[in-house]
């Protein structure tokens, strides 16, 4: 980023670190944006809401597949 800011051109930066143009931009646009090119640093509070519900959807499906797993057993020991 500072190489860019200092005046060197993207298209050098690309070639002497050989990585792709979207890589660079997104690296560059992560870093204004958030101080970070860490991906969970970008995420708006949208993309990281979608996330938590996503978690907790699979946790309470896998919650669910265990119950419905052991009631047959819990049955067979009541009888």
Do not use: Y
């Not at 298209?11 to 143009?21: A, G, Q, S």
């Amino acid at each position: 980023m500072r190489l860019h800011e200092n005046g060197k051109p993207a298209r050098k930066i690309r070639t002497e670190c050989d990585i792709l143009h979207s890589t660079l931009h997104r690296w560059m646009r992560g870093i204004r944006n958030s101080g970070s090119t860490r991906a969970v640093d970008n995420h708006t509070p949208e993309r990281n809401e979608l996330i938590a519900l996503r978690r907790r959807n699979r946790r309470l499906e896998m919650e669910v597949d265990v119950s419905e797993q052991a009631a047959p057993v819990f049955a067979r020991k009541q009888a």
